[in-house]
């Protein structure tokens, strides 16, 4: 079936790079995407969230890009710290009723000092 | 607040228990869900409540049963579970369907 997917299982780089996570989605009628972060032994943490009539949102240290053309996602973290270090899931909804948020697979970005 | 409280954080149970997971929210959420997620995999949608009426079932076994007893609080009862369900088990909110969802810190369940 259709699902959100991510394009690397793991990413690692150093203390103070900028790190692109990227995500690419097939449904088309996803309107709404939310990136999350799980750190070990601890629920998805809610990082920044972008509808389908954007195609940027920044927060701090953290920008999403959306692509609806390729149906892509991508999440930008600025000044990457080890506080950083964790998995990261993009989830889509397709908005209607009855449904929720479906995650990705997951990408488990690794920060060294 | 905003916080979804799970209980317990961990539990062990035997094929032959009854038990119930708890969740609480106080944030107005009308929306509430349930997720499965086992080691290095995403989680995964079991049941979804909007506004205390079960709007999703992911062909959840019988065995898992939901309630929303009111509006701040969602529980799932266990009962005659395998070891393949060992997993953590994560609830989350959100004001509506479609909007920010938020995660509590999950209840990592144990079959034995």
């Known amino acids: 079936g259709e699902s959100v997917g991510l394009h690397l299982p793991t990413l690692s780089v150093q203390e103070g790079d900028n790190s692109i996570i990227n995500c690419a989605y097939s449904?088309?009628?996803?309107?709404?995407f939310i990136w999350y972060k799980q750190e070990s032994g601890k629920g998805p943490q809610f990082i920044i969230d972008?509808?389908?009539?954007?195609d940027k949102r920044q927060g701090q240290r953290v920008t999403v890009l959306l692509n609806k053309t390729v149906k892509h996602l991508s999440l930008q973290i600025a000044a990457t710290q080890p506080g950083d270090s964790a998995v990261y899931f993009c989830?889509?909804?397709?908005?209607?009723?009855?449904?929720?948020?479906?995650f990705g697979k997951g990408t488990t970005l690794s920060v060294s000092s | 607040d905003t916080e979804v409280t799970q209980t317990p954080k961990h539990l062990v149970m035997g094929m032959t228990n009854k038990k119930s997971l708890k969740c609480e929210q106080h944030?107005?959420?009308?929306?509430m869900y349930w997720y499965k997620q086992k080691a290095k995999k995403p989680p995964e949608l079991m049941f979804v409540y909007s506004y205390e009426k079960l709007s999703i079932n992911e062909s959840v076994p019988s065995r898992f049963s939901p309630e929303c007893p009111n509006s701040s609080l969602l529980n799932l009862h266990l009962h005659a579970l395998q070891p393949e369900d060992s997993a953590l088990y994560l609830c989350?909110?959100?004001?509506?369907?479609?909007?920010?969802?938020?995660f509590g810190q999950g209840t990592r369940l144990t079959v034995v």
């Open positions: 989350a909110s959100s004001q509506e369907l479609n909007t920010e969802a938020f």
């Open positions: 449904n088309s009628a996803s309107d709404y």
């Open positions: 972008i509808r389908s009539n954007m």
């Open positions: 944030m107005g959420h009308r929306a």
């Open positions: 989830a889509e909804n397709i908005g209607q009723a009855g449904t929720a948020l479906i």
